[in-house]
């Protein structure tokens, strides 16, 4: 399938003023919403009259999920499935499924909705598992594209934007369980820093954290 060419994340804009100490803005909320209404509109186009299962992996592309099917014009389903992955960062390939789909995929249209693809590893071996269900087609649609640091082979038809190689966090990407609930999309510029403390930001985005504890 040939889609629109991806818009790559800018460093440069919008202005990073706008983001807190230790963070990069990558992508504001206006460009978000505008590119996922962008691929609401090329999957309505594409799928119009197949009825299609956006197959969701907890809990990263959940807020991505959320927003793309109310911008969908055509019958969908939805279904979800939970996998953690081995090795340093996923790195190993190795994925274990721990909650599978509700529903069997068996000659549906199936569409893999996506926060994140990095390596493609966790994509690759989830491909798999789907494809040995006997889908009638099965795609993907990816929000965020490290393309730079893809080490195995995968066609994304639908895709939202390239991103350079930087850890992100916002838009359903955390760190350690933190920042989902960011509305952008945040690169972090000090990880070791994060890692030793992993609520180091959330003062700048919730002030008053802490206190309802
Ligand atoms: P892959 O198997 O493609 O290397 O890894 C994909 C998974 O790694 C994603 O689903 C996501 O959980 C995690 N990941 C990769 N890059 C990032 C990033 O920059 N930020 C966050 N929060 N997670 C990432």
Do not use: W
Not at 101 to 112: A, F, M, Q, T
């Amino acid at each position: 399938m040939t889609r629109s060419d991806p818009p790559p994340a800018s460093e440069e804009t919008p202005e990073e003023s706008d983001a807190p100490p230790g963070l990069d803005l990558l992508i504001d909320s206006a460009a978000l919403a505008a590119r996922v209404r962008r691929l609401a509109l090329e999957l309505t186009e594409a799928y119009e009259g197949r009825r299609p299962v956006l197959v969701s992996v907890l809990k990263g592309a959940t807020l991505f999920l959320a927003d793309l099917v109310r911008r969908m014009d055509i019958e969908c389903e939805v279904d979800f499935m939970s996998i953690s992955s081995f090795g340093s960062g996923g790195a190993s390939g190795i994925v274990r499924i721990e909650q599978d789909l509700s529903g069997n995929i068996e000659g549906r249209h199936v569409v893999v909705v996506e926060d994140i693809v990095d390596t493609g590893l966790t994509l690759q071996y989830l491909l798999r598992v789907l494809a040995a269900r006997h889908p009638a087609s099965l795609e993907v649609c990816a929000l965020f594209d490290k393309d730079v640091r893809r080490i195995v082979d995968l066609d994304i038809a639908f895709r939202g934007f390239s991103i350079p190689d930087r850890f992100v966090i916002g838009y359903g990407l955390d760190h350690d369980e933190l920042y989902r609930n960011l509305d952008a999309l945040y690169a972090v510029t000090d990880i070791e820093a994060l890692v030793q403390e992993p609520a180091r930001h959330v003062p700048s985005f919730f002030p008053a954290a802490g206190s309802g504890r």
